[in-house]
């Protein structure tokens, strides 16, 4: 009875690598679940060899534990496949040549990630609040393009030491990353946020020299609420240097999601929207037009990495497919990383399977929109989908 209890436990627990869950607690077991799966499979196939070695309720110890193992599994071998394409796909879709990298690696599951140090500089003083950013500086030497993280936290919590293992790897590859601080709902409402990233982008570059940034390069990365700030921030601001940006599982048809909230067992999204645009779309509506990346984009706007898992229980996936078709119909370079299995917060780790397409996703993003920046004489294309080998002109 007690192998069928564990066998039973550890079942359900596979199903979050399936479906999307229907609770907040689920979801935080979720990631642990899905990134961390070989921990559990482990497990679950401990309990199966023990089983076989039981009597009573053999078959259904066995074909429980059997269905456990292979949905644990299932992240892990829909990652290997996606690996097999992704250099390929983000060479079609953005150009440019594969990284010294492997998208996914069975045996970096069980390392970790060593954290660089950070220097924390104050960028400006709104009222009472001093607005702070963590500055990792490049590994490498000489003047370095700069990532500005922003954090997510449904625009009112969360802060800039939000996930830092990215910060390190990225600051490894030759970029500064400046993970930012900013003013956050319900206090400070839309666009209050957005001029914080402006304020901060030109502190970066008036600094530019005693902190070693190529202030001619700068690439905007957002998480959920962030990545919406990020996104509509690159494609609006004035601001020169903006080569593109990363969208991690962020909002981007505000209206759209006010209309179909999500499950309230998760989120009282609605709730969360009005705090951070003042107010019900009824009553502010050009806040909800202003706030979404899907209504401010356009053929001039910056190219696009796009992150989501289709079992995001916060974010909805549509979200993501709407600024694909946005970003389609205005010809602006993009690549749409979708993992089936993953669900928000899915980069928690850099050595889970969503962690490490990720980090190989952004870094092959980063490192081609800098070098056609650099590259002005050749042409900017469409990001539509094309066959291998159709942008082999890039960085050649």
Not at 175 to 185: D, W
Not at 335 to 358: E, N
Request: with cysteine; charged share 20%; hydrophobic share 40%.
């Amino acid at each position: 009875m007690v192998r069928l209890i564990l066998n039973i436990i550890l079942f359900l627990g596979s199903l979050l690598c399936i479906y999307t869950a229907p609770t907040f607690r689920l979801w935080i077991a979720s990631i642990a679940v899905s990134e961390f799966c070989w921990i559990f499979a482990a497990v679950t196939f401990l309990i199966l060899i023990w089983s076989l070695f039981s009597k009573k309720y053999r078959q259904a110890n066995l074909t429980i534990g059997v269905l456990a193992l292979a949905f644990y599994l299932t992240p892990i071998r829909t990652a290997v496949n996606i690996a097999e394409k992704l250099p390929t796909e983000l060479a079609a879709n953005l150009g440019g040549e594969p990284i010294e990298a492997e998208p996914f690696e069975l045996t970096k599951m069980f390392t970790s990630t060593e954290l660089l140090p950070y220097e924390t500089f104050s960028y400006a003083k709104q009222g009472s609040e001093d607005l702070t950013m963590d500055f990792y500086q490049s590994t490498r030497a000489g003047r370095r393009p700069c990532i500005v993280v922003v954090h997510g936290g449904s625009w009112c919590g969360g802060n800039s030491q939000q996930l830092p293992e990215l910060n390190s790897e990225l600051a490894r590859q030759g970029f500064h990353v400046a993970s930012i601080n900013y003013r956050l709902a319900p206090k400070h409402v839309s666009p209050a946020p957005i001029e914080d990233i402006k304020i901060a982008i030109e502190y970066l570059k008036d600094n530019a020299r005693d902190l070693k940034i190529d202030s001619a390069n700068f690439i905007l990365l957002g998480r959920s609420a962030g990545a919406q700030l990020a996104l509509v921030a690159a494609y609006t601001l004035d601001t020169p240097g903006i080569r593109g940006v990363v969208n991690f599982y962020g909002p981007t048809d505000m209206i759209w999601g006010y209309s179909m909230p999500v499950n309230k067992y998760i989120m009282d999204s609605k709730k969360v929207l009005e705090d951070f645009l003042g107010g019900p779309y009824d009553k502010c509506p050009e806040k909800y037009v202003a706030s979404s990346p899907v209504e401010v984009v356009g053929k001039k706007s910056v190219p696009t990495l796009i992150i989501h898992g289709e079992n995001d229980a916060l974010v909805a996936y549509e979200h993501s497919q709407r600024l694909v078709k946005k970003l389609s119909d205005n010809r602006v370079r993009h690549y749409l990383l979708s993992l089936p299995w993953a669900t928000h917060g899915c980069d928690y780790t850099l050595r889970g399977p969503s962690g490490q397409l990720t980090t190989y996703a952004v870094e092959y993003f980063a490192n081609q929109v800098i070098k056609a920046a650099q590259q002005p004489d050749i042409q900017i294309v469409s990001s539509e989908t094309v066959e291998p080998g159709a942008f082999e002109s890039w960085g050649n």
